[in-house]
């Protein structure tokens, strides 16, 4: 079982506006690596140097066609059904790769 610690940092846009990021240690393919917590993101996206590390590259597919700011289509790279532990919960994910 991995111990999973919480830490929340700030870190300066710019003078005026402090952010605070919630980082978390979630375990991938038995490695335990550090999650940034989005809670405004609509979707979960991975580096692909970390999906190469956590051997995760059998299960890279092509996703769906997504819209872009000029309205162009395009078919990025995912990962689907990663198998995700944080502390004492698990559920499967998917990514996409950037």
Known sequence: ????SLAIR???INKMHW???IHLLVEIN???VEGLIDTGG????????????LGLM????KFRPTKLHLKTS???????????KVGGVQCTMTFMVV
């Open 19 to 21: 952010s605070k990021t």
């Open 58 to 61: 059998y299960l890279v597919t």
């Open 1 to 4: 079982m991995v111990s999973t």
């Open 30 to 32: 038995n490695y335990v």
């Open 42 to 53: 609509s979707m979960s996206v991975m580096a692909a140097a970390i999906i190469r590390e």
């Open 10 to 12: 700030k870190i300066c």
């Open 74 to 84: 395009h078919k990025p790279w995912g990962v689907d059904e990663v198998l995700v």
